[in-house]
């Protein structure tokens, strides 16, 4: 006996090829996962018998296989023409006796349920969608806020249209799908009035270097649409999974989007629609709305640990649409689908590395995914009918894509979008093609020229850069898996947290070096006393500017406390729980002037590289107040945020007695050494430092030698002085005999130690030396570990001879 409907307590996962993907994944969770507090809007599903009854009751089987017949599998140039007599030959039909009572039955059980006022979404699956092999994602139309039982038919019946969408045919052709083998389910849910508030993705996984350890959650006010389409720049959080519900804040990246519309319902009926998009009004976002979060820090923490359930369950990592109700607050699923970019990978251990070299002019930048370079003649197109002016290999540029594109994405050797978040639908299909693209440009269109020949960078970090004209770059695959291991502890020196995911695959301890000067100058921008003290503020555009970057924070502080910390724990939560090693702030004076408000607090110094740095400025009275937020950055990133593998390191300590005034400054600020496991390190890089190892090791748990102001203080050279750079000399026997005299001295108080720097991967010679030393660790510079790493094989094999 066939069935025609089936409701979301009957459905399992099992159901794919009755109900599709989608609906099986929504009954799925609906059945199983309640107990896990996750919420799924009831509903039920048109059944495939459903959809082969209806096309024998139409008799339109064989017209649709012929029509199909008709299509140009090579260009697709009659596509839309094909794609139109299908669905008009479908639209054309009517639903039989028992099937329309069985929908009339399904939406009784709905409105008795939720009340009469009751709307609903109408949601195409196909019984091939969401397969771990293919995403199938927005191939067919959703119809929303569909109200009333004749509605409902119409919605249903234009669901069943949509298998015959333009781009469906296309990517059942692409896939090797045979069309007359793909039926449609058609799943109605209660509406979610997210309308009213606000909706949105997330994976269970960081969408671009697969870093399994967080969960990624983006959205906007309104419908959905705008954030799968990539018509706004969305909201973005990162959670580390391993911490959800065991430390106070899991949640390690707060990311504000523009968010420029809102989409809502339009008041038309379905019977006034003729496509989705006539459902809806995308209207423009407040400016109060735009400066705030969508969701607060407990929501986006319910949703993460729903995104873990979901991922648990299904045994894989998923890609989720979540909605929340404006009317009750509620959050809900409306969808889960398995993640089809990283799963598909085989876990091979190759890495490939751009860097690039000579580049042109800076056109235009915004949100980089790839991790390539790619350079091309850029093709300026306005909508998917200009397909053909598109040669393989040419650089999409556009505003923005929806599924309709796809057939074009596949051509592009890379693609450019003006709007766009890492979760809209040009990012996911660029990572499904393995395309570079770049999105939320904000202005691509408008600075890129058609026919220009330009350069796509996205391996510079999360910005994606289009530069004028070809760069050149140098590019390298590696097989880590052929990598010899060195004894020597082998670290990383980083200071971008956009890199960290990325990095954390090579072969590593951990990071020796994290500088925060480069956070600070990037991240942060602001003088940290600008911040601490804005009301002493003079010139009037910086005080706009400061007031521009700090809008939602309430005390300014505050700002620079919580993007510190968030960037440190992206890298902390990277390498989790190989440490890592913190430098607290190491600028010159001239170069802290240079951040926003840094000239009205910083001095005016004839010799910056050996005045106000360091340690020094810690217990000043100029700087004080600034370090002391620095303290409250790290205590939040240890305590409230878990990541105990942070330790701290403090630069240019030039005595003693200054060891002892940070310290205890950093103890009234609540980092005591020892408790939770905090470390505190030194950097060895003045000669007092090395001569006085003993004395310094009775407040330090270890030291870094900082081989370049070492030289350059030991030799009396400015390291920036080309007239000097002769004498500037690493090798020179100074140096090396301070270096050798440190690292015994700290072997003998069993005192870890190590080096950050170049010159171990430039000259197998330093890192013999190092190596014969004994050094506990070597940090490296990304592009330089694996020839530092090297080096130092070599060296320990010439050690056991």
């Known amino acids: 006996m066939k069935t025609y409907i089936k409701y979301f307590n009957e459905i399992g996962i099992n159901d794919i090829t009755q109900v599709g993907g989608k609906n099986a994944s929504l009954g799925e969770m609906y059945q199983n996962l309640a107990d896990k507090g996750i919420a799924v809007p009831d509903g039920f599903a048109l059944t495939s018998d459903a959809y082969w009854d209806f096309l024998d009751y139409n008799d339109l089987r064989n017209k649709l296989i012929d029509a199909l017949s008709k299509l140009d599998t090579s260009d697709f140039a009659n596509l839309h023409q094909v794609g139109g007599k299908c669905r008009q030959l479908i639209l054309s039909g009517s639903f039989h006796k028992e099937l329309k009572e069985k929908i009339k039955e399904g939406y009784n059980y709905l409105t008795t349920k939720y009340g009469e006022k009751v709307s609903f979404a109408a949601r195409s699956s196909a019984t091939a969608e969401d397969l771990p092999n293919a995403s199938f994602a927005g191939q067919q139309e959703t119809y929303l806020n569909v109200t009333g039982i004749d509605n409902l038919l119409k919605a249903c019946l234009r669901c069943y249209a949509s298998l015959y969408t333009d781009r469906a045919i296309k990517y059942r052709t692409d896939n090797g799908f045979e069309h007359s083998k793909v039926a449609l389910s058609v799943g109605v849910q209660v509406m979610v009035r997210s309308d009213k508030a606000c909706s949105g993705v997330m994976f269970s996984l960081d969408p671009d270097t697969g870093f399994e350890k967080v969960v990624l959650i983006a959205g906007a006010w309104g419908l959905g649409e705008n954030v799968v389409q990539g018509s706004v720049n969305t909201d973005e959080f990162l959670v580390f999974k391993p911490f959800l519900g065991k430390v106070k804040q899991a949640i390690i990246s707060r990311k504000l989007g523009t968010k420029e519309k809102t989409m809502i319902y339009s008041e038309k009926s379905v019977q006034d629609i003729l496509k989705p998009e006539d459902a809806i009004i995308n209207l423009d976002t407040s400016l109060d709305q735009q400066q705030t979060f969508i969701l607060s820090d407990v929501e986006v923490t319910k949703l993460a640990q729903w995104a873990v359930f979901i991922e648990q369950h299904y045994k894989r990592h998923m890609d989720i649409e979540w909605a929340k109700d404006g009317a009750t607050g509620e959050l809900f699923i409306v969808q889960a689908r398995p993640e089809t970019v990283h799963s598909q990978k085989s876990k091979n251990t190759l890495f490939k590395e751009y860097k690039i070299k000579e580049k042109g002019k800076l056109i235009c930048k915004g949100i980089g995914l790839g991790n390539s370079i790619v350079s091309g003649k850029a093709r300026l197109l306005k909508s998917p009918s200009e397909m053909d002016k598109l040669a393989k290999g040419e650089i999409l540029v556009t505003g923005r894509t929806d599924p309709d594109w796809d057939p074009v994405l596949k051509k592009a050797g890379a693609i450019i979008t003006d709007q766009g978040g890492r979760t809209s639908h040009a990012a996911i299909v660029a990572r499904e093609v393995g395309a570079t693209a770049i999105v939320g440009t904000g202005d691509a269109t408008r600075t890129i020229k058609d026919g220009q020949l330009i350069t796509v960078s996205t391996a510079e970090g999360n910005t994606g850069f289009i530069y004028e004209g070809k760069a050149s770059w140098d590019e390298k695959e590696i097989d880590l898996s052929k990598i010899v291991i060195p004894k020597t502890d082998v670290m990383l020196i980083l200071g971008d947290p956009d890199k960290a995911f990325s990095y954390s695959v090579l072969p590593n301890e951990g990071i020796g070096l994290m500088r925060t000067e480069f956070i600070i100058n990037n991240a942060i921008r602001i003088h940290p006393m600008a911040l601490r003290h804005f009301e002493k503020i003079t010139d009037e555009k910086v005080r706009q500017e400061i007031e521009k970057l700090t809008h939602y924070y309430a005390d300014k502080q505050d700002y620079f406390i919580q993007r510190l910390a968030e960037a440190t724990a992206n890298i902390a939560a990277a390498f989790y729980p190989k440490d890592v090693i913190v430098r607290m702030s190491d600028f010159k004076s001239n170069e802290y002037a240079n951040l926003i408000g840094g000239h009205q607090f910083e001095p005016k110094e004839e010799n910056p590289m050996i005045g106000f740095r360091g340690a020094s400025r810690y217990y000043h009275?100029?700087?004080?107040?600034?370090?002391?937020?620095?303290?409250?950055?790290?205590?939040?990133?240890?305590?409230?945020?878990?990541?105990?593998?942070?330790?701290?390191?403090?630069?240019?300590?030039?005595?003693?007695?200054?060891?002892?005034?940070?310290?205890?400054?950093?103890?009234?600020?609540?980092l005591k050494r020892g408790v939770d496991g905090l470390q505190l390190y030194m950097m060895l890089e003045i000669p007092s430092n090395a001569l006085l190892v003993e004395e310094f090791a009775k407040y330090f748990d270890g030291f870094s030698i900082g081989s370049n102001d070492l030289t350059q203080l030991t030799l009396g050279v400015d390291r920036d002085s080309e007239l000097l750079s002769e004498v500037f000399d690493p090798f020179d026997p100074a140096v090396m005999q301070l270096i050798k005299m440190a690292i015994e001295k700290a072997n003998a108080l069993g005192v870890k130690i190590g080096l950050c720097g170049q010159a171990p991967s430039d000259y197998p010679d330093y890192a013999q030396f190092l190596v014969e030393c004994g050094i506990d660790s070597i940090s490296f510079n990304p592009d330089a570990l694996l020839k530092g790493m090297e080096n130092i094989v070599m060296a320990e094999n010439k050690l056991k001879k």
């Open 621 to 670: 009275p100029l700087y004080r107040e600034a370090f002391e937020m620095e303290c409250n950055s790290m205590k939040l990133v240890r305590e409230d945020m878990g990541f105990t593998n942070v330790k701290l390191m403090l630069p240019f300590v030039r005595n003693v007695a200054e060891a002892k005034k940070v310290i205890q400054l950093m103890d009234d600020k609540g």
